[in-house]
Each structure stands twice: as structure tokens, then as C-alpha cells.
């Protein structure tokens, strides 16, 4: 079957195009703008808007302002100390990692999982038993965070467990001797990476949420 053929000018506000040489160049501006806002890599031909829209869409929007006049060229000419330097150690690595198309990693990543009766009660006959070899499998989940907080922990933990935020009245640790610690943001902040918990639940008195108990 025979290939019907492309009308180009349909690609740019309906106009017809005056030449092949203009009909090329719109063509390859328009292809170059579709690869700017589809790559995940900052492009050196951005312009300082296309520069503030990578940062937002790279989770860099706190230093938009600080890089409100930088075009592609100027980000991607920072050395590493530079943007160390602007942005701190923590952040400045990972925009420097982010400008050099390599993977961005999390600020903190911790892995949990949701303790069941059932196996609470198999993991309690074992100990009775001296069985501690065989330890109850569990299968944990990674969750990612950026902001440290007990919000954003609040918010993710929901996320996994397919429930609202809003059922989550707090959150504590367990702490020496089975004690309850309100986990906050600073104590979030330091968690050792890549942390694990067995989550465990407990009926909130004031309301139909529940707390949740990292063990």
C-alpha cells in the first residue's frame, strides 16, 4: 500500500510554509523544543524559563531563584564544588549528579513492611520453641524520601498501603523497654540510610485512624 504523504505545515499553526529551507528550519526547531521538554537531561541550548523548568521537574525548586537567570549552557558549566558550594553538600551533589544525566539518588530510602498477627503469632511460637534460625519472612518495601519530614513519611507509608494520609493520626518508634517515640521531623533526619522497620498498627483513641509503630 502506498504511503500517503506528510503535510509538514500542519505541524505549525496551520500556515503555509514559503520555501523548503523555511519548512526545514521551523521543522527542526520544533523537533529541538519536543526533545527539550521530553529529555530528562538539561540541554545546553535551554533557555533560563526551560532552565527554572528542569530544576521544578527534578524536584530542585528551592534553588530556582538562585538560578534565575542561568541558561542550560551556564548550569551545565558549574563545576562540582561550585554548585556545592551554592547549594550545600547534600542537595549540591545531587544537582551536579542531575546536570550530568546520571542517576539522582534519594536523600534517605528506608524499607518496611506490615506485621501481620499471623506471622507475630508464628514469630512468637518459634521463640517459644528456640527455633530462632527460621525467622518469619517478611517482604519489604522501599520507600523514598526527599524532604525529611513526618509528613512526606506519613504521606508515603499511605501511598503503599493504598489508604488516605488522613488515617494515619501519628507515627511513633519504638523505642528501649517497648517505649513510643512521636517520630519527628528531626529524628527522621537521622535515620541511618536504608533503615528497615516492621510496621505495626494501633487503634487511635480520639478517632477512627490508627497509629502506626515503627519496630
Keep these: 500500500m502506498d504511503a500517503h504523504p506528510v503535510d509538514v505545515s500542519s505541524c505549525f499553526t496551520g500556515r503555509m510554509l ?3 529551507t523555511q519548512s526545514l528550519s521551523q521543522l527542526s526547531c520544533h523537533l529541538l523544543r519536543r526533545d527539550l521538554e521530553t529529555s530528562q537531561n538539561l540541554l545546553p541550548t535551554a533557555t533560563p524559563q526551560e532552565a527554572q523548568q528542569w530544576l521544578h521537574r527534578n524536584r530542585f525548586s528551592p534553588f530556582c531563584r538562585l538560578f534565575t537567570n542561568f541558561s542550560g549552557a551556564d548550569l551545565l558549566k558549574l563545576t562540582r564544588d561550585d554548585v556545592i558550594q551554592i547549594c550545600g553538600p547534600a542537595d549540591g551533589i545531587r544537582l551536579f ?10 536523600r534517605l530510602t528506608v524499607y518496611v513492611c506490615q506485621e501481620s498477627q499471623q506471622g507475630r503469632d508464628q514469630q512468637l511460637q518459634k521463640q517459644e520453641n528456640g527455633d530462632a534460625a527460621n525467622s518469619t519472612f517478611f517482604v519489604y518495601h522501599a520507600i523514598y524520601l526527599e524532604d525529611l519530614t513526618a509528613t512526606e513519611l506519613t504521606e508515603k507509608i499511605a501511598q503503599l498501603f493504598s489508604i488516605s494520609p488522613r ?3 501519628q507515627i511513633y518508634k519504638q523505642g528501649p523497654t517497648g517505649i513510643h517515640v512521636l ?3 528531626e529524628m527522621i533526619q537521622n535515620f541511618q540510610d536504608e533503615s528497615c ?4 498498627t494501633m487503634k487511635a483513641e480520639s478517632n477512627d485512624g490508627y497509629h502506626i509503630i515503627l519496630k
Aim: positive net charge; glycine residues 4%.
Design 97 to 106: 549528579n542531575a546536570l550530568k544525566g546520571r542517576v539522582v539518588r534519594p
Design 183 to 185: 517520630v519527628s521531623d
Design 18 to 20: 514559503t520555501s523548503p
Design 197 to 200: 522497620f516492621v510496621l505495626d
Design 167 to 169: 488515617q494515619i493520626s
